[in-house]
């Protein structure tokens, strides 16, 4: 993006200003009485000063807005009354029209439109009742009023390009983060695919040597890869290798092993990830209840998992869809309750 210091603007703005009052100061001999004109001078150097002053916000105030209105209505009736507009001799004199102008262009560049245009319509106006519709050209009011018109179009076109701008920048910060998105998960999806062909390949190939005549030990293995698989799917960030060795070693004894990953540790990385993970393959290489359900927590809560651990029952006569929603079997027991903290390493654990 091009910017222009601000101070470069507002310094060049302060010397076409001072221009305008050199040229007042200049032609004071012309004016029946200087007084007026020295009013006029006075009220356009407050009024420019206040302006431009450099710690102003970019939106000017509404009552400066107005004061500068005032201002320049005052100068066409203080100057001009000291004057004669039949007069092609008035020279310099008028120098109130091309400061009018620059004024209400100020005024407009700083988002202050409207009492922009009152203040060059009152100059016209009063050109036109002061010394007649033709010295509206040879006195350079046209010349004024195109000014602010240029400076409220080139602002109104600026604020168009910013909205657009910020509007383009948010659009490409959200493509940009679909992206990512999506590149991350296309890289989950191949990292777990991976682990999956690694895990079943060597069953799938025995299925394929024996023509799918396996023995019951071989059957039962394919039940725990069946198992292991949904646990990527199913588990997600609440695997590691220590957790699936655990699991695995907890069906083998007959253990039924439920992992739901419902996304609130995902903004977990690192070493706070890797020490609620080991936690949770302590958890469940450790207890010896029937049945082991392993979840995540709801949002805002303090605890990253929850492990339950219920005995009683016969795990092979566990309803599947009952145990992935965690919820208890008739004659279960809970044998193991542990909350895994965020933050904290130690676990709180109740046992029965």
């Known amino acids: 993006m091009i910017t222009v210091p601000r101070g470069l603007v507002v310094g060049l703005a302060a010397l076409f200003s001072a221009y305008h009052v050199v040229l007042g100061i200049y032609s004071l001999g012309v004016a029946d009485h200087p007084a007026p ?97 033709g010295a509206l050209a040879s006195m350079g009011v046209i010349g004024s009023a195109v000014w602010v018109v240029v400076a409220i179009l080139t602002s109104r076109a600026l604020a168009k390009a910013g909205r657009d701008a910020r509007q383009y920048a948010l659009a490409e910060r959200e493509a940009t983060e679909w992206q990512a998105a999506q590149e991350a998960h296309l890289d989950e999806r191949q990292v777990r695919l991976a682990h999956t062909i690694r895990l079943a390949a060597p069953m799938l190939r025995r299925i394929v040597e024996v023509g799918g005549a396996l023995s019951e030990a071989e059957r039962q293995e394919c039940r725990y890869l069946e198992a292991a698989v949904r646990d990527e799917i199913r588990g997600r960030k609440l695997l590691n290798d220590a957790v699936r060795q655990n699991v695995m070693a907890a069906r083998r004894r007959g253990a039924v092993v439920t992992l739901l990953d419902e996304g609130t540790i995902d903004d977990l990385r690192g070493s706070e990830l890797d020490g609620v993970l080991n936690r949770l393959a302590d958890a469940i290489g450790g207890t010896t209840a029937d049945k082991i359900i392993a979840r995540t927590s709801a949002n805002g809560s303090d605890t990253a998992v929850t492990v339950v651990g219920l005995s009683g029952a016969d795990p092979s006569s566990a309803d599947p869809s009952v145990s992935a929603l965690g919820q208890d079997t008739p004659g279960e027991e809970v044998y193991l309750w542990l909350e895994i903290p965020r933050a904290q390493p130690d676990p709180r654990a109740q046992r029965r």
């Open 37 to 133: 004109a020295i009013v006029a001078i006075g009220l356009y150097v407050v009024a420019t000063t206040l302006s431009l002053w450099p710690s102003g916000p970019v939106r000017m105030p509404l009552w400066l807005a107005l004061f500068n209105v005032a201002v320049c209505a005052s100068l066409p009736l203080l100057v001009g009354s000291q004057l004669d507009g039949s007069s092609s001799a008035n020279g310099y004199a008028t120098w109130y029209v091309a400061a009018v102008g620059t004024l209400m262009t100020i005024t407009a560049t700083r988002k202050q439109q409207g009492p922009s245009l009152v203040g060059v319509i009152f100059l016209m106006v009063h050109t036109i009742v002061w010394a007649g519709p």
